[in-house]
């Protein structure tokens, strides 16, 4: 028998990252069975439930409202866990002290005073973005919106309405940005240079940047679109605006374009505008078969390959790695950018491999499709971050499939990625190679996205994972080839 409880803290909001945290460290107590703190919206609800953890009073909460949900082995344990966290809601709830300064609550309050602000960023629940989003559009701001869960319909709505004010609406589920060398969201410290990147993703506006800063090259801005803004449905508005801002800038010489394929019609408008301008572009549709491009415009099957066309250098041959001598065995890729995971997927195909994902790419087929498959794994989707923070932030959620990889005969290679940055894990190498502890384990392949600026530290991160023996790349997509050598018969 188990006690379930759930205490509802009305009219509150606290960051949700912040509030898994919180939770994260109950589970696992003694007599706590299952835990969570999250925003009562109706997708969290619907998380609670699945889980066994919305009863009684969570069961009314709105998205205004904290539920603290927690299962017990009995009531005083459950009565204790609330406590405590009550406790420590409480203290992030009382008034600044005099050292600290006051900080606005509303898009109307930070705009009195910062009235020459240029963009606002967004970092609510999802059923509040758009109003907020709305609130400051009308005070002419540019919008990055953070925040997920926005139906598709109201994403079009309001970024019909920015285009209307010759403004942009950067999401939403915008990770990434770097607008005039600030880092937003999930960014990395690269040099500020000629050339623009627009893309619908997160990692692969990391990967590519970073692999241009490895190279000498800098970044003018990074206008993150959001995943969506390419589909039917929306129709690429910030895509296309994104494009007209970096050709009327004077810092951008070089345009690159990173997102997943997009509909054929949006891909028609995209490439018109391409064939319009004055610079000159590198398109990075990942997956997508051969485009007719005009003659301003090269296409980059790879995040790699972007960076090696927009800096006009070439692939270079991989290192040499030990070949495989036993048994065919496959590749399993456990990935923390959802980008990187596709990317090692189209590295596969390229390769005459099948392969199967999570989040597969055209070509790629769904998890279970077929034995002994190449298989790549986005941990940063739905169902791996539920309730809990994405693995960028916590890569603890890597560590039971990591785990069951080492103990799986079939498995010859594990592909990891490791990004560093604004934002991201403070040592998510160091936590990688604390399971490799006294284990056998096939050979791993890791690249780490990030530069030696970041506060990570690019090369600490490397040295720590070749100290525990893992095989390290300069490059994502080297990785992966790599990877595929090693389980190639000697």
């Not at 606002?120 to 701001?141: D, Q, Y």
């Not at 099957?301 to 290192?319: C, F, G, R």
Request: proline content about 5%; overall charge negative; some cysteine.
């Amino acid at each position: 028998m188990t006690f379930l409880l759930n205490v509802v803290q009305h009219n509150s909001y606290a960051d949700s990252v912040a509030l898994m945290r919180l939770s994260d460290k109950i589970s696992g107590s003694p007599g706590v069975k299952e835990a969570a703190i999250m925003i009562g919206t109706p997708a969290n609800k619907e998380i609670l439930a699945t889980a066994n953890l919305l009863g009684g009073d969570g069961q009314s909460a709105g998205p205004g409202d904290i539920i603290l949900a927690v299962r017990a082995v009995d009531q005083n344990t459950a009565n204790r866990v609330i406590a405590g966290w009550e406790s420590e809601l409480n203290k992030k709830a009382e008034g600044l002290s005099a050292t600290e300064i006051w900080r606005p609550k509303t898009i109307r309050g930070a705009f009195e005073q910062q009235s020459d602000a240029s963009m606002a960023i967004i970092s609510v629940p999802g059923p509040f973005a758009i109003a907020e989003a709305r609130k400051a559009l009308t005070r002419n701001l540019n919008v990055l919106i953070f925040s997920d869960n926005v139906a598709i319909d109201e994403e079009r709505a309001i970024k019909e309405e920015a285009k209307s004010r010759d403004l942009i609406v950067m999401g939403p589920d915008c990770g990434t940005a770097i607008i005039q060398g600030k880092m937003l969201g999930f960014a990395n410290s690269v040099p500020n240079g000629k050339i623009g990147i627009v893309g619908a993703s997160g990692t692969g506006i990391q990967e590519v940047s970073c692999l241009l800063a490895h190279m000498g090259h800098g970044i003018s801005h990074a206008i993150g679109v959001g995943g969506r803004d390419l589909t039917e449905q929306v129709g690429g508005i910030s895509t296309l605006t994104a494009i007209d801002l970096l050709e009327k800038d004077p810092q951008t010489d070089h345009v690159i374009i990173i997102s997943k394929p997009p509909s054929e019609k949006v891909c028609s408008k995209i490439l018109s505008k391409i064939e319009r301008s004055s610079k000159t572009f590198t398109v990075c549709f990942l997956g997508s078969p051969l485009l007719q491009l005009s003659s301003n415009a090269r296409q980059a099957t790879t995040l790699e390959l972007a960076a090696l066309l927009a800096a006009n250098q070439e692939i270079k041959p991989i290192n040499s790695v030990s070949k495989n001598t036993g048994a065919a065995k496959r590749i399993l890729g456990l990935y923390a950018g959802g980008t990187l995971a596709a990317e090692a997927q189209i590295i596969l195909i390229d390769h005459g491999f099948s392969v199967t994902s999570n989040a597969p790419v055209p070509g790629a087929l769904p998890i279970g499709s077929g034995n002994l498959q190449h298989t790549i794994i986005d941990l940063g989707a739905d169902e791996y971050t539920q309730g809990r923070p994405h693995p960028m932030i916590e890569p603890s959620v890597r560590s039971a499939p990591f785990l069951k990889a080492c103990d799986d005969p079939t498995v010859g290679a594990i592909l990891c990625d490791i990004v560093i940055g604004n934002g991201a894990h403070a040592n998510p190498a160091g936590l990688l190679i604390s399971l490799l502890s006294d284990l056998d384990h096939p050979p791993i392949f890791v690249s780490v996205t990030g530069t030696n600026q970041d506060p990570q530290g690019r090369d600490s991160q490397m040295k720590l994972l070749e100290s525990a023996g893992c095989t390290v790349a300069s490059s994502n997509a080297e990785a992966a080839r790599m990877a595929i050598s090693s389980i190639l018969p000697a």
